[in-house]
């Protein structure tokens, strides 16, 4: 009972939140009095999607139902008699709710629990900067699991009504067939003497017109139910989209960010399950939700009733299409991507995955991902859906590789092991542009077929930039290339704009990032460090790291600039930066420490 005590002391919005949490599912009267008993029951040991623990949930509904009993039969005087009415009446709500599915009320109160707990850690955290903190990092995945639990109660409901819509329309279809047959009746009437003729005509009459009259109420309703079942399915789909856009336009997107961070050097990108988690379940809500509308259709072509239903199912159809599209070529990713500096006739690996591949059951009929490479231009011209089949800029060997899956772990991925670059084609350089600052980018295409070749996807997904080299002494200006697009690429670019110049603290910044992976050290650059770095690429001989801050630092000269040209941190900072571990050998086998940079 001590989590209802704590909860009812919520205050403001976390008040108005738990408040949410209750309705005619489960009243919030249920709740409160029988907290106790509730708090105490295994919630928490039943699997709602295992079939074994059914007679688990069965036997806590009847004991919640004979608990309401109890407790309303105990009400005694002129309070307690309203008392006793409403829950007795609870009681038989419930029961009629979940007798069928107990496995939903477990469901139900394992998700007002839950939330109750989180509602009330984040109001005992609130006062803390360290509570207000872990609150902002979780706040937004509290926020899609609540949005998950409230797609799926609102798939249950259209389930339950098109169950409802498909059962009205059977007994529809059979009173028709009841009038047809009183209409065939009619006309054998013909071979009957008129005296018995004239009884039995009015008494199908009669009948006739009863049923008739039925069958145009029943129609309506029929129509009612559809559009109301068609109405609530936009909703669904409004709701799906705007679940879908913050997994994979945010939190995708932003593992992607740190993908590309990591490649300079930056903290590991994390785990992909929780994101594969939630892609599962936008899966599932989606496949379930699409064969819903179907089945409508088919109701709808099985017994045409004049209306607007045709037209909006045939919007909504259209609209889970597109989002299950969305959702399928946005999950083809690289896990592990191939090195953004590429030596030809060196071999290299890759690894690609579908997050959703095991719920979609692509892997019952597994595909095959081809790798080729491509020119940045090329890139361009792909993301515009211009024609560029086929186009390559060079010859990958071992280039095929089929997705296997992995039960354990419930992932789809092709991982490529032994690929090599045997020939690359270049393009014509423009200006001072070298070969160590031309981009090219892995692009890994396949094509997946859902459920039962319904619907094919052609899918593709582009490496990081990749800069090839064909010797060694390419790899430092080639490393600069790539450490100035990670550091500053920004989400949604064209391939692979970044920008040419910026502020010089933004570049220290990365440049720390480089130098502790480097020489895998936990220490930054130090003051001193960054001076002496600001110096060589500047030409200034200032010794205050303040005086560099408003400067800007670029990738390459450029006689367009309104500015002087800019330093070229390419050929001044970037190789003493990345060459630490070559230094290292040269320093008595000793360790590289920050404060020997300024003794390059």
Same mark, same amino acid.
């Given at each position: 009972?001590?989590?209802?005590?704590?909860?009812?002391?919520?205050?403001?919005?976390?008040?108005?939140?738990?408040?949410?949490?209750?309705? !005619?599912?489960? #009243?919030?009267?249920?709740?409160?009095?029988?907290?106790?008993?509730?708090?105490?029951? %295994?919630?928490d040991?039943?699997? #709602?999607?295992?079939?074994? /623990?059914?007679?688990?949930?069965?036997?806590?509904?009847?004991g919640?139902?004979?608990?309401? !009993?109890?407790?309303?039969?105990?009400?005694?005087?002129?309070?307690?008699?309203?008392?006793?009415?409403?829950?007795?009446?609870?009681?038989?709500?419930?029961?009629?709710?979940?007798d069928?599915?107990?496995?939903?009320?477990?469901?139900?109160?394992?998700?007002?629990?839950?939330?109750?707990?989180?509602?009330?850690?984040e109001a +005992?955290?609130?006062?803390?900067?360290?509570?207000?903190?872990?609150?902002?990092?979780?706040?937004?995945?509290?926020?899609?699991?609540?949005?998950?639990?409230?797609?799926?109660?609102?798939?249950?409901?259209?389930?339950?009504?098109?169950?409802?819509?498909?059962?009205t329309?059977?007994?529809?279809?059979?009173?028709?067939?009841?009038?047809?047959?009183?209409?065939?009746?009619?006309?054998?009437?013909?071979?009957?003497? %008129?005296?018995?003729?004239?009884?039995?005509?009015?008494?199908?009459?009669?009948?006739?017109v009863?049923?008739?009259?039925?069958?145009q109420?029943e129609?309506?309703?029929?129509?009612?139910? &559809?559009?109301?079942?068609?109405?609530?399915? !936009?909703?669904?789909?409004?709701?799906?989209?705007?679940?879908?856009?913050?997994?994979?336009?945010?939190?995708?997107?932003?593992?992607?960010?740190?993908?590309?961070?990591?490649?300079?050097?930056?903290?590991?990108?994390?785990?992909? /399950?929780v994101?594969?988690?939630?892609?599962?379940?936008?899966?599932?809500i989606?496949?379930?939700? &699409?064969?819903?509308?179907?089945?409508?259709?088919?109701?709808? !072509?099985?017994?045409?009733?004049?209306?607007?239903?045709?037209?909006? @199912?045939?919007?909504?159809?259209?609209?889970?299409?597109?989002?299950?599209?969305?959702?399928?070529?946005?999950?083809?990713?690289?896990?592990?991507?191939?090195?953004?500096?590429?030596?030809t006739?060196t071999?290299?690996?890759?690894?690609?995955?579908?997050?959703?591949?095991?719920?979609?059951?692509?892997?019952?009929?597994?595909?095959?991902?081809?790798?080729?490479?491509?020119s940045?231009?090329?890139?361009?011209?792909? @993301?515009?859906?211009?024609?560029?089949?086929?186009?390559?800029?060079?010859?990958?060997?071992?280039?095929?590789?089929v997705?296997e899956?992995?039960?354990?772990?419930?992932?789809?991925?092709?991982?490529?092991?032994?690929?090599?670059?045997?020939?690359?084609?270049?393009?014509d350089?423009?200006?001072?542009?070298?070969?160590?600052e031309?981009?090219f980018?892995?692009?890994?295409?396949?094509?997946?077929?859902?459920?039962? +070749?319904?619907l094919?996807?052609?899918?593709?997904?582009?490496?990081?930039?990749?800069?090839?080299?064909?010797?060694?002494s390419? /790899?430092h200006?080639a490393?600069?290339?790539?450490?100035?697009?990670?550091?500053?690429?920004?989400?949604?670019?064209?391939?692979?704009?970044?920008?040419?110049?910026?502020?010089? %603290?933004?570049?220290?910044?990365?440049?720390?990032?480089?130098?502790?992976?480097?020489?895998?050290?936990?220490?930054?650059?130090?003051?001193?460090?960054?001076?002496?770095?600001?110096?060589?690429?500047f030409?200034?001989?200032?010794?205050?790291l303040?005086?560099?801050?408003?400067m800007?630092?670029?990738?390459?000269?450029?006689?367009?600039?309104?500015?002087?040209?800019?330093?070229?941190?390419? /050929?001044?900072?970037?190789?003493?930066?990345?060459?630490?571990?070559?230094?290292?050998?040269? &320093?008595?086998?000793?360790?590289?420490?920050?404060?020997?940079?300024s003794?390059?």
């Open positions: 009972m001590a989590g209802w005590i704590q909860a009812q002391q919520l205050q403001g919005d976390a008040l108005r939140q738990m408040q949410v949490l209750y309705g !005619q599912h489960f #009243p919030i009267e249920v709740r409160h009095y029988l907290a106790q008993w509730i708090e105490s029951q %295994p919630w040991a039943i699997d #709602p999607e295992n079939p074994q /623990d059914q007679a688990q949930a069965t036997q806590l509904l009847e919640l139902v004979q608990e309401l !009993q109890k407790k309303a039969e105990h009400q005694v005087g002129e309070d307690g008699f309203l008392l006793k009415i409403k829950l007795g009446h609870y009681a038989t709500q419930l029961q009629n709710t979940y069928r599915c107990p496995m939903e009320l477990v469901r139900c109160i394992r998700h007002i629990l839950y939330n109750e707990q989180r509602l009330v850690r +005992n955290n609130g006062a803390s900067p360290v509570g207000m903190l872990v609150d902002a990092m979780s706040q937004k995945h509290l926020q899609i699991n609540q949005t998950f639990e409230e797609l799926r109660l609102v798939t249950q409901d259209t389930e339950n009504e098109l169950k409802k819509l498909q059962q329309q059977e007994y529809f279809i059979i009173q028709y067939q009841e009038s047809l047959r009183i209409q065939a009746q009619f006309a054998q009437l013909a071979q009957v003497n %008129p005296q018995e003729r004239l009884s039995r005509e009015t008494a199908l009459q009669q009948k006739q009863s049923l008739e009259a039925w069958l109420r129609a309506q309703t029929l129509q009612q139910y &559809r559009v109301e079942l068609a109405e609530k399915h !936009q909703k669904t789909l409004q709701l799906l989209r705007k679940q879908q856009t913050i997994i994979l336009d945010d939190e995708l997107i932003q593992w992607k960010r740190r993908q590309q961070l990591a490649g300079n050097g930056g903290p590991p990108e994390g785990s992909l /399950d994101l594969q988690s939630w892609c599962e379940k936008l899966a599932e989606i496949w379930q939700n &699409r064969q819903q509308i179907r089945r409508a259709e088919h109701l709808c !072509q099985q017994l045409p009733i004049p209306g607007p239903v045709e037209e909006m @199912l045939a919007e909504v159809n259209a609209t889970i299409t597109d989002i299950i599209s969305a959702l399928v070529t946005s999950t083809f990713i690289i896990e592990k991507q191939p090195p953004q500096v590429l030596k006739q071999k290299f690996a890759a690894t690609v995955r579908l997050l959703v591949g095991g719920k979609l059951n692509v892997h019952m009929n597994p595909p095959q991902v081809k790798a080729t490479i491509i940045e231009q090329q890139a361009k011209s792909l @993301l515009k859906n211009e024609n560029t089949r086929n186009e390559c800029s060079g010859e990958i060997l071992n280039n095929c590789c997705m899956y992995h039960q354990a772990t419930g992932t789809l991925s092709a991982h490529f092991r032994n690929m090599s670059l045997k020939r690359i084609k270049r393009a350089r423009r200006g001072a542009e070298s070969v160590t031309e981009k980018t892995v692009l890994f295409e396949s094509q997946f077929s859902v459920g039962s +070749n319904e094919v996807f052609q899918v593709k997904t582009l490496s990081l930039p990749v800069v090839v080299i064909v010797h060694g390419q /790899d200006n490393t600069a290339t790539v450490l100035w697009d990670n550091a500053f690429a920004e989400p949604g670019r064209v391939p692979f704009a970044v920008p040419d110049k910026v502020l010089w %603290p933004q570049l220290c910044e990365a440049l720390n990032m480089k130098f502790k992976a480097e020489v895998q050290s936990t220490g930054a650059l130090t003051k001193e460090n960054l001076v002496f770095l600001a110096q060589k690429l030409n200034s001989s200032s010794s205050h303040e005086d560099y801050n408003s800007s630092a670029g990738r390459r000269p450029g006689p367009t600039w309104a500015l002087p040209p800019l330093p070229r941190l390419r /050929d001044r900072v970037l190789p003493e930066v990345s060459a630490p571990p070559s230094l290292t050998s040269r &320093r008595d086998g000793g360790g590289w420490y920050p404060k020997e940079c003794q390059l």
